[in-house]
Structures are given as C-alpha cells and as structure tokens.
Nanobody
C-alpha cells in the first residue's frame, strides 16, 4: 500500500509562485510513475504533469507548459510541482498520484493506482 500526502497549497496573487510537495510512503517509491492532477470547481479532474521513475522524462499539459516544473527525489520519497506565473485559471484542488507502471505519458486517471487527498490552490486576480 502507498500513502500520498500533498502540501504547499495556499492563496497567491496572479503572477505569483507556489511549490507543491507530495510525500510518499512505500519502499519502492523510486519505481512508481508519478503525476499531478487538478480539479477546478465544477469541472472534471485534469492532468497537469507526470514524471517517470528516473526523473528524466516529464510531460505537461499544454496549459501549464513553460510555467510548471515537476520533479522528484527518490532518496526522500518526495515529488514536487513548482508553479510559476500562476493564473486564476490554475485555481483548484491539486492531487498527487502514483502508478505502478508507466503507460504512454500517464495522462489518464485510470493509469494511476494511488491518490493523495489533495491540496487547495487559489490564485486571485
């Protein structure tokens, strides 16, 4: 079993930055595919970014490309999402997810096996 706990959310003005973290339990964290999703009020949850176990391969949603950076530290069992130039449309609950296997670019929710409880990010205009 894997437990994921997100932190780092909060309220920020447009143009500002936040750094989200995801702490994972489990002895084989280094082999998991990891990703971030978000859910805005009244909308479905959507893919934000994913990263392979080596950390060398990353994918981003077009809406965040160039502004967000996903990274992981396998020695510390943590994953991060650095979010810069935040926009009001980035507002939502951000979820950390882990998958036992890598499929394609890991864009789909059903490709992940474990989820965190989420952390709220609010960007004011």
């Amino acid at each position: 079993q894997v437990q994921l706990v997100e932190s780092g959310g909060g309220l920020v003005q447009a143009g500002g930055s936040l750094r989200l973290s995801c702490a994972a339990s489990g002895r084989t964290f280094s082999t998991y595919a990891m990703g971030w999703f978000r859910q805005a009020p009244g909308k479905e949850r959507e893919f934000v970014a994913s990263i392979r176990w080596t950390g060398g391969t990353t994918y981003y949603a077009d809406s965040v490309k160039g502004r967000f950076t996903i990274s992981r530290d396998n020695a510390k069992n943590t994953m991060s999402l650095q979010m810069n130039s935040l926009k009001p449309e980035d507002t939502g609950v951000y979820y950390c997810a882990a998958g036992l296997r890598w499929y394609g670019m890991m864009l789909r929710e059903n490709e992940y096996n474990y989820w965190g409880q989420g952390t709220q990010v609010t960007v004011s205009s």
